[in-house]
């Protein structure tokens, strides 16, 4: 098993950046495939990126075409912590942002492949 946390939400403007955290323990995140999903007001949960490992010390990354070019999903090992850099925010990426981890061999974009969620993060964009 594997306990998420996140951390790094908040408020910022339009145009802004903001850096999230998912803090694992119980496990090495680099053995699932690890996920940020967010769920805005009203909106089903979302897929907005995925870290995936490959071979030795290859990682892949997978982006929602919303976020692509403006989000950058990596990890750090040493610390066990998976990172969500957003930069360009826009009002419509405010939602609470959840990190969540998969048993699966490959990446899904499908909230239900996803076995363990964190508490999730509130973001706030405003215009």
């Known amino acids: 098993q594997v306990q998420l946390v996140e951390s790094g939400g908040g408020l910022v403007q339009a145009g802004g950046s903001l850096s999230l955290s998912c803090a694992a323990s119980g496990r090495t995140f680099s053995n699932y495939v690890m996920g940020w999903f967010r769920q805005a007001p009203g909106k089903e949960r979302e897929f907005v990126a995925a870290?995936?490992?490959?071979?030795?010390?290859?990682?892949?990354?997978y982006y929602a075409g919303s976020v692509k070019a403006r989000f950058t999903i990596f990890g750090d090992n040493a610390k066990n912590t998976l990172y969500l850099q957003m930069n360009s925010l826009k009002p419509e990426d405010t939602a609470v942002y959840y990190c969540?981890?998969?048993?699966?061999?490959?990446?899904?974009?499908?909230?239900?492949?996803?076995?363990?969620w964190g508490q999730g993060t509130q973001v706030t964009v405003s215009s």
């Open positions: 870290l995936r490992r490959g071979g030795g010390s290859v990682y892949y990354a």
């Open positions: 969540a981890a998969s048993s699966g061999s490959d990446y899904s974009e499908r909230q239900y492949d996803y076995d363990y």
